[in-house]
T-cell receptor, first 110, second 123 residues
Framework: QSVLTQPPSVSGAPRQRVTISCSGS????????VNWYQQLPGKAPKVLIY???LLSSGVSDRFSGSKSDTSASLTISGLQSEDEADYFC???????????FGGGTKLTVL | QVQLVESGGGMVQPGGSLRLSCEGS????????FHWVRQAPGKGLEWLTA????????YYADSVRGRFSISRDDAKHTVFLQMNGLRREDTALYYC????????????????WGPGTQVIVYS
């Protein structure tokens, strides 16, 4: 059971917008910046968003991040088939003195 | 360009040991912190350990503290993960990841990842 809670799956049609949530607590999301990683099938993870809402170099601006209190969100606009992947949130946790990942969310483009 | 390549994975019996390596190229290796992250079959990501550029700051997840140890050899541009007392639940794909900074911090993230090396613990 992960410290960070993500929905197991989300889906959307091409050109639609989807949002993936990541729920934590004060010791992690409440105090520190959240990072989002995309893992394409059979590939290593790649950072999309860091420190809540900063877009990593080379990443499409269709991806955006936000945070409120102890929850964070990743929004993907203008869905494309190439966005089908697993998405993970990650943040430092003061109680565990280490980094934690959400359980991951599988995005399906219908 | 930045590249990380892991090696050293394989099949081992419970209680056995393995030493994973991660060689970096295309950047100034000595100036960065590194992490190890694993992914069990069909599961999510699990952060394991991190080491600062100078080796003075080291962090471990509870699940591996006392069994795994991280180290680095800057002359060889390599970071290591020594894994002892392996258990079946350690079966996973092990990734090496570079930190954005020279010291792991709460404001950091993992900006480059290797393709991973597979570890299978079987009885």
């Amino acid at each position: 059971q992960s410290v960070l809670t993500q929905p197991p799956s989300v889906s959307g049609a091409p050109r639609q917008r989807v949002t993936i949530s990541c729920s934590g607590s004060y010791s992690n999301i409440g105090k520190h910046g959240v990072n989002w990683y995309q893992q394409l099938p059979g590939k290593a993870p790649k950072v999309l968003i860091y420190y809540d809402d900063l877009l990593s170099s080379g990443v499409s601006d269709r991806f955006s991040g936000s945070k409120s209190d102890t929850s964070a969100s990743l929004t993907i606009s203008g869905l494309q088939s190439e966005d089908e992947a697993d998405y993970f949130c990650s943040v430092w946790d003061d109680s565990l003195n280490g980094w934690v990942f959400g359980g991951g969310t599988k995005l399906t483009v219908l | 360009q930045v590249q990380l390549v892991e090696s050293g994975g394989g099949m081992v019996q419970p209680g056995g040991s393995l030493r994973l390596s991660c060689e970096g190229s295309g950047f100034s290796f000595k100036n960065f912190a590194f992490h190890w992250v694993r992914q069990a079959p069909g599961k999510g990501l699990e952060w394991l350990t991190a080491m600062s550029y100078d080796g003075n700051s080291i962090y471990y997840a509870d699940s591996v503290r006392g069994r795994f140890s991280i180290s680095r050899d800057d002359a060889k541009h390599t970071v290591f993960l020594q894994m002892n007392g392996l258990r079946r639940e350690d079966t996973a794909l092990y990734y090496c990841a570079r930190d954005i900074d020279f010291r792991p911090s709460a404001s950091g993230h993992f900006d480059h990842w290797g393709p991973g090396t597979q570890v299978i613990v079987y009885s």
